[in-house]
């Protein structure tokens, strides 16, 4: 089984640009879950889809969205880029909430 | 002070050793999740534990929930075990997606 994916792997922005990250779950995972890891504040959750429902949001401003489509594929955007959002951006995928969470390679984000 | 905290936060050893990482947590959990970060990025799953123990391979997870630690063991350590170990808590909140995070332990394992 192939296992969760996430594209572009790689991504240089400028400030006040907006993003797209995608991620394919593993076939048959339902729920979506997005994570951030900054040298500073370390990983940190984003939110949680599932079944194309937003289940759970962490503590980020509203320049951070996501969505999750029919397929259990899942897209998150950050709008108005600012310095701080270079990150490490990590996709993790499981059957349903309350299963063991499978990870992606993660898309790195460098904001200049 | 962190919900989830680990120690040590850098660890080198020789090939070959046993090796602990500890993890101690302040609120209520339904299960402790522990991972494997590899340099370049990528998080891989070792462990996701709610009671007792845990073996797979050379690595051993433990957690005492009365005591609110965890323990991770490697025996016979390998300088292919090099790499970040997190741990990080699942909330009694009905989701195994909403994942707090320790600052993780870097492991270097040398010949």
């Known amino acids: 089984k192939a296992g969760v994916t996430q594209t572009p792997r790689y991504l240089i922005k400028t400030r006040g640009q907006q993003v797209t990250l995608s991620c394919s779950p593993i076939s048959g995972h339902r729920s979506v879950s997005w994570y951030q890891q900054t040298p500073g504040q370390g990983l940190q959750f984003l939110f949680e889809?599932?079944?194309?429902?937003?289940?759970n949001k962490g503590n980020f401003p509203g320049r951070f969205s996501g969505r999750q489509f029919s397929n259990s594929r899942s897209e998150m955007n950050v709008s108005t880029l600012e310095l701080g959002d270079s990150a490490l951006y990590l996709c993790?995928?499981?059957?349903?909430?309350?299963?063991?969470?499978?990870f992606g390679p993660g898309t790195r984000l460098t904001v200049t | 002070k962190n919900e989830v905290e680990q120690s040590p936060q850098n660890l080198t050893a020789q090939e070959g050793e046993f090796i602990t990482i500890n993890c101690s947590y302040s609120v209520g959990i339904s299960a402790l999740h522990w991972l494997q970060q590899h340099p370049g990025g990528g998080i891989v799953s070792l462990f996701m534990?709610?009671?007792g123990k845990k073996k797979h391979g050379r690595l051993i997870a433990t957690i005492n929930i009365q005591e609110k630690h965890s323990s991770l063991h490697i025996t016979a350590s390998h300088p292919r075990d090099s790499a970040v170990y997190i741990c990080a808590r699942v909330p009694p909140t009905g989701t195994a997606s909403k994942l707090t995070f320790g600052t993780g332990t870097r492991l270097q394992v040398t010949l």
């Open positions: 993790a995928s499981s059957l349903s909430p309350l299963y063991e969470q499978y």
């Open positions: 889809y599932f079944s194309e429902t937003q289940r």
């Open positions: 534990l709610s009671s």
